[in-house]
């Protein structure tokens, strides 16, 4: 991954992760403000196209501890990034292009995203489900990819950075940009486009162009690259958790043992999650350290670094 972990010193290059900082003062709700050398999702305009676009707040303890994006994909589920649920123990989704509507929950789950530190894991999806306690209703709700892109595909990026300024009441699109596979810089889950997200869009949807169809969530950047974690490799296991909270299935339980089962995206192609049926999802914990979020590139509401890692 983005760390000492990973030998290839390329990558760390291309790719190291902005840190993330967990720890705030919250003297109100969710503050304003983050550096003063941020940039605005550029291009970026509200997303109020995107009804099912989310504002999330990540709590420990009963306190709000940072921010992300997310999208509401059924009534009681949110699609957000791994890192925005792993070391959180509780969540309050606001949907402000849906009435404002607001709801919380204790329950998260997420396939395989278990990392605590502060860069993107090439070795596992930085996806997580977001289960919330009041359903959220919409006329629609998007639809999942169950496909990759080819190289040179556009899509768009929606979060809640405006000018430098983290939203607590919209969301905002980018202009299409072009994508391409992660895979041969080694990240096999992922896409990777010219970074236009910052801290907040963590989570946060990636759509075709004029459609309501997702086809991964914002989940890291750094040196003019971001990227993006594909969410066709888990359709199955997404709508398997769907249909679990709409009543139709058993919600997943603590598990996802790597040791057990085919590795992820070495799986039957009929299995496209990786043995999805053997493989439940993992579910979110009490967080560790005080102040320690996931491996959040962009996640949380702080300054980036004083020097941002160096371009290819």
């Known amino acids: 991954m983005l760390s000492s972990r990973r030998s290839c010193a390329v990558l760390f290059v291309l790719f190291a992760a902005l840190p993330a900082c967990a720890v705030q003062p919250f003297d109100s709700d969710e503050p304003e403000r983050i550096g003063d050398d941020s940039q605005t999702i550029k291009g970026g305009s509200l997303a109020t196209d995107y009804p099912e676009s989310v504002l999330l707040t990540m709590t420990v303890g009963g306190k709000p501890r940072s921010l992300c994006s997310g999208s509401l994909i059924a009534p009681s589920v949110v699609l957000t990034a791994g890192h925005c649920v792993h070391g959180f123990d509780s969540w309050t989704v606001t949907a402000p292009f849906a009435g404002s509507q607001r709801s919380f929950t204790k329950n998260a789950t997420t396939f395989d995203w278990s990392s605590?530190?502060?860069?993107?894991?090439?070795?596992?999806?930085?996806v997580a489900l977001v289960l919330l306690d009041t359903p959220i209703t919409l006329a629609s709700y998007p639809t999942i990819a169950t496909t990759g892109l080819a190289d040179g595909a556009r899509v768009v990026n929606v979060g809640r950075i405006n000018n430098g300024t983290l939203s607590s009441s919209a969301l905002y699109a980018s202009?299409?940009?072009?994508?391409?596979?992660?895979?041969?810089?080694?990240?096999?889950?992922?896409?990777?486009?010219?970074?236009?997200?910052?801290?907040?869009?963590?989570?946060?949807?990636v759509f075709i162009p004029g459609t309501h169809t997702l086809v991964a969530v914002n989940s890291g950047g750094g040196g003019g690259t971001e990227i993006l974690a594909?969410?066709?490799?888990?359709?199955?296991?997404?709508?398997k958790q769907i249909a679990a909270e709409s009543g139709s299935g058993t919600?997943?339980?603590?598990?996802?043992?790597?040791?057990?089962?085919?590795?992820?995206?070495?799986?039957?192609?009929?299995d496209?999650?990786?043995a999805a049926d053997q493989a439940a999802a993992t579910r979110a914990g009490p967080a560790g350290a005080a102040g320690r979020v996931s491996p959040?590139?962009?996640?949380?509401?702080?300054?980036?670094?004083?020097?941002a890692p160096a371009t290819r």
């Open 296 to 307: 959040a590139t962009i996640a949380a509401d702080c300054p980036p670094p004083a020097s």
């Open 175 to 205: 202009k299409p940009l072009k994508v391409s596979s992660a895979a041969d810089a080694g990240y096999q889950f992922d896409y990777m486009a010219s970074e236009v997200i910052e801290h907040g869009d963590s989570g946060g949807p």
């Open 272 to 274: 496209p999650v990786g």
């Open 230 to 239: 594909r969410v066709d490799l888990l359709h199955d296991w997404i709508l």
């Open 116 to 126: 605590g530190s502060d860069s993107v894991d090439p070795d596992a999806h930085d």
């Open 251 to 270: 919600r997943s339980q603590e598990g996802n043992d790597p040791g057990n089962g085919p590795a992820l995206g070495e799986s039957d192609p009929a």
